[in-house]
Each structure stands twice: as C-alpha cells, then as structure tokens.
C-alpha cells in the first residue's frame, strides 16, 4: 500500500515539475455498489485429470462499500488526474458457505478399514482493495489503473485434509465516468490475475491440492472530494 502511494507522489510532482503544468490536490470519499464475482476449481496431485476428483466452483456476492482517494488534477494537461484509492474493511466472496462431504474407507497408517466422512467448508474473503489510477476527461471521463488486493481463504478442514494460505492479487481496473463540480458517478471493473495456491498439511498419502480461481470485481460509484 505505501507502495502505491509513493509511487502516486513521485508521478505527479515528476509532472509538475517537468511540465510546469498547474495542479490541484484533492481528497474524497465514494459509496460503491459492488459485485465481487469468482469462479475456480481445485484438483488433487493424485489423479489430477480426475473429473469425480476434480471440484469446480462459480460464486459471486453484491456488497456496498466505501473508500478513500486522494488525487492530483492537471486541468492544462487534458484534464489529466492522478490518484490513489483504497477500499478499507474487507467483503465475503460468496454470499453463502460452501460445503462438501467426503467419505473415507481407510486412515494413514491404519491397516484395517475405517469408514470416516469429512466435511470441508470453504469460504474467501477480499480485503485490501487498493487501486492507482489515471482519469483523463472534463466532464466524461476514462480511467485506467494498476489495483492490489488481498484474498484470505477461510476454509475449514477436517480429517486428512490439508489447507491453502493466504495471497496478494494483481490487476487492471478501468471504467466510465461523468464529473461535475465536486460529485463524480462511475462505471468501473477490476480484472484480476489467476490465484493458484498449493495445499499443506495433506495426510502422508492425499498428496497435495491445487486451488486455482478467477476474481473479477465490477462497481457503480458515487464520488464526492474537496480540492485545496
């Protein structure tokens, strides 16, 4: 995060000073309406081309959310604005738990069999969402920025089962917008890279898991900011 923020500092007082172009430094807040959407699957190392070992998944959950900015605007350079925004709190992926039951015949290092039925329940968090951006426009106006954001799998395990970490995404957020005066509205989605994660702590003979999955993320904004 402090990153992001250094790096929107140096870009725009690179520009002042090269351009000697007039800016004001602005700071808001925006409510948005958000679609968190996910689709992915996860396959073990044993039988990885398995279609009954293989479990898919699609799930999506709408939130209102609210962030921060704080940005540069360079009227004499086509109303060129540089910013940084950063979504506090964090939302649930799914709008509901997923739950799965396996039964088991056997138990490492136990020769006798052992019928076991162990249930997984599966949830993702998304916290962290943090974006540097570029608007150019007077009152329309198109974006286009660099965004992070921080998934948390809150998986449950049982049994033999292993479990995933954490991991921090990459993407591109891009979007539509109409301005005027201090109030922005705004149509933006966030494409994120592919999240793949190794399982640890498989029993001696699962093997390990491969969690692979797709997060995209889409928003109508309402902005408001004060310029010094």
């Known amino acids: 995060m402090k990153n992001l923020k250094i790096l929107v500092a140096f870009v725009g007082l690179t520009?002042?000073?090269?351009?000697g172009a007039k800016a004001e430094f602005g700071i808001g807040a925006s409510l948005q309406y958000m679609n968190v959407e996910a689709s992915g699957n996860e396959k073990p190392s044993v039988n990885p081309n398995s279609a009954r070992?293989?479990?898919s998944a699609s799930v999506d959950n709408d939130v209102i959310i609210g962030s921060l900015f704080a940005e540069y605007a360079f009227e004499d350079l086509y109303?060129?604005?540089l910013g940084y925004e950063y979504v506090p709190g964090s939302a649930d992926v799914s709008d509901g738990i997923k739950q799965r039951t396996d039964r088991e015949t056997s138990v490492t290092d136990t020769v006798t069999e052992t019928t076991t039925d162990r249930i997984f329940k599966a949830q993702a968090e998304v916290e962290n969402f943090q974006t540097i951006y570029a608007e150019i426009g007077s009152s329309y106006f198109v974006r286009l920025g660099y965004a992070e954001i921080d998934v948390n799998t809150k998986e449950e395990k049982s049994?033999?089962?292993?479990?995933y970490g954490n991991a921090t995404l990459?993407?591109?957020?891009?979007g539509i917008g109409y301005k005027t005066g201090p109030w922005k509205v705004s149509y933006e989605v966030t494409d994120f890279d592919s999240l793949s994660l190794v399982s640890t702590g498989n029993s001696t003979n699962s093997?390990?898991?491969t969690l692979s999955a797709d997060?995209?993320?889409t928003a109508l904004k309402l902005s408001y900011g004060f310029k010094f």
């Open 79 to 81: 109303n060129l604005v």
């Open 215 to 217: 997060l995209d993320t």
């Open 207 to 209: 093997g390990t898991n």
């Open 53 to 55: 070992d293989t479990e």
């Open 159 to 163: 049994g033999n089962g292993g479990s």
């Open 170 to 174: 990459d993407g591109i957020n891009y």
């Open 15 to 19: 520009l002042l000073t090269i351009t």
